[in-house]
């Protein structure tokens, strides 16, 4: 019963980070600013720290089935 919730948070976090990484690094390979403001290395880090900390709080989810 309380599975349903964990795998909808789990899949919702998985495509958040799998897409905010996949957005960074196609920005970083075309050499297009990531935010705009900031400089390109200190977005860049910021969005991929992001997308992996998204994805660690997935894996986390799915542990908890």
């Not at 919730?5 to 990531?34: E, K, N, Q, Y």
């Not at 997308?51 to 709080?57: M, R, S």
């Amino acid at each position: 019963m309380e599975n349903g919730p964990a795998i909808f948070a789990g899949s919702v976090f998985a495509l958040f980070g799998a897409a905010l990484l996949l957005w960074t690094g196609v920005r970083v390979h075309h050499r297009l600013p990531v935010a705009d403001g900031m400089r390109q290395a200190a977005s860049a880090t910021l969005a991929t720290l992001a997308g992996a900390v998204t994805l660690a709080l997935a894996v986390w989810c799915f542990t908890r089935i």
